[in-house]
């Protein structure tokens, strides 16, 4: 009945969400019209160019998805943190990790006033099982599945794919996955908990005010940095014959107190696994918050050579640009940047990246397999999705597949799989340059087609705005479900 019910919804959901906005339509009060029309075209077309293409539900695609996986306590922020009786901080800094409480309430300050998001090791475990304690008696708290891979494998399921998920996890964990997920990893006892301080628009802490939804994550994880699950999960990978490898959590790493040399053996073990996956399958790999030099710099030596599409978010695109231009990492960005600087960033990524590929020299792995060609590359945002395909490459569908990844940004903030215009608003510009050089073309966001396509050079690039969510129910996991919606439609 489950399965039944699943391929119901994937088959008329778009239609029902349809309905919903024509009743909207219907029933408003004169005086909100003109401020709803807008909202309502642009959700119409959005929900056309997501219809026009559907997951293949006889032959259905398979993805394989690494590493780990977690359990989500997801708080209000403030919150928390009043019970707990931090005061507020009158200096807001950054730090790589957490050791302390001054340490957090400064680094909670330095992300919560811009709105932007951050992910921390905390390496005091003491106080992490205090927050924890403090946070299961917390009013509406939630425990949710967590992690990169989870949560995009849960969205890819749910989506119609057949998946293959790397991770330990406690049988309780895997019990609430889907019956179109097998999981492939080790068994424990207490899976690890990842701590979500969310916190809406406007909230204040002290004289600070957030200038956006968002959320604080801090985590002491004991099995996810070790990635303890990659060695069954490239065993299974054989028989399983994926369409699409997926790789995310390695921020994981980041920070972690390994033993010396430890990390650089299972970056090594990494590279060897998908040096040795077939040639035709493609690779994704998912940027995170990652504040480590060291480790991008592993990540541009180990990972981003064997990934033909790549997906990040605001925060993380100008971080990898800015390493990959031989920089110091960008700890903290615009989070509400403009779509021409996107697209300029995007750019010159897909320019290094693929320039490093065609060097050679910089870009053979350990076993000296050259590097991939660079063929997708997807930036999610608040106000809207952008990306970059390869044109002749494997990636299909790339007007579908931005328009769904917008539309799945705001179901999932929301909590809901049909959209309401009423809880939405546009924060994109009616019209957008698509370079900041000078005399650069401008493109109209036409409310039929809200889905701006062109080509350029060797590629074509998609943006589409985000009617984003006004009432948050969750901003944690926005990227993932956002990414793997994307990925979903062009495999």
């Known amino acids: 009945m489950e399965e039944e019910g699943r391929s119901s919804w994937m088959k008329y959901g778009p239609v029902v969400s349809l309905f919903v906005v024509i009743l909207a339509v219907w029933f408003r009060s004169p005086d909100d019209a003109g401020l709803d029309d807008r909202l309502d075209n642009v959700l119409s077309s959005l929900l056309r160019a997501e219809g026009k293409v559907g997951v293949n539900n006889v032959a259905k695609p ?9 359990v989500d306590l997801i708080v209000d922020g403030v919150t928390l943190l009043n019970k707990i009786g931090l005061p507020p901080t009158d200096q807001p800094l950054h730090h790589d990790y957490i050791e302390n409480e001054l340490q957090l309430a400064q680094s909670f300050a330095y992300f919560f006033a ?27 708290n939630r425990w949710a599945v967590g992690g990169n891979a989870p949560v995009m494998a849960s969205r890819m399921a749910t989506e119609g794919c057949d998946i293959l998920l790397g991770g330990s996890f406690s049988p309780d964990f895997t019990d609430v996955l889907s019956q179109h997920i097998t999981v492939a990893g080790n068994i424990v006892d207490e899976p ?13 802490w002290g004289h600070y005010t957030s200038r956006r939804a968002n959320r604080y994550i801090v985590h002491s994880d004991d099995h996810n940095p070790y990635l303890d699950s990659m060695a069954e999960f490239a065993e299974k990978l054989k028989d399983f014959e994926p369409d699409l490898l997926v790789v995310g959590g390695l921020q994981m790493m980041d920070n972690f107190p390994f033993q010396a040399g430890e990390r650089d053996a299972l970056f090594s073990r990494l590279s060897d696994l998908l040096s040795s996956s077939s040639p035709t399958i493609g690779v994704h790999f998912e940027m995170a918050s990652f504040v480590e ?7 541009l030596h180990y990972v981003i050579p064997h990934a033909d599409s790549l997906g990040m978010n605001e925060q993380e695109l100008p971080n990898l640009l800015s390493l990959l231009k031989g920089s110091n990492i960008t700890v903290l960005s615009d989070p509400n940047p403009r779509v021409a600087t996107v697209l300029d960033q995007m750019r010159e990524v897909y320019r290094i990246v693929n320039q490093r590929s065609k060097d050679g020299s910089a870009e053979r792995d350990t076993n000296g397999v050259n590097a991939k060609p660079l063929t997708r590359l997807h930036v999610h945002t608040l106000a809207f999705q952008a990306m970059i395909v390869t044109r002749g490459s494997q990636w299909k569908n790339t007007m579908s597949a931005v328009a769904k990844a917008s539309l799945t940004a705001n179901r999932h903030v929301c909590g809901s799989k049909d959209i309401d215009p009423s809880k939405a608003r546009l924060i994109m510009d009616d019209s957008f340059s698509i370079s900041r050089r000078e005399g650069s073309q401008r493109i109209p966001l036409q409310e039929s087609r809200p889905v701006s396509c062109w080509d350029e050079g060797d590629y074509e690039i998609c943006v589409a705005p985000v009617l984003v969510c006004t009432e948050v129910y969750q901003t944690a996991g926005g990227g993932d479900n956002v990414s793997a919606a994307g990925l979903v439609l062009q495999i």
């Open 62 to 70: 398979k993805v394989a998805v690494g590493f780990g996986g977690c």
């Open 114 to 140: 811009p709105g932007a998001a951050a992910e921390r090791f905390l390496l005091n475990d003491t106080l992490f099982s205090e927050l924890v304690e403090a946070s299961r008696d917390l009013p509406g």
């Open 192 to 204: 690890d908990i990842h701590l979500i301080l969310e916190y809406p628009s406007g909230a204040s």
């Open 293 to 299: 030099e060291s480790i991008m710099e592993d990540l």
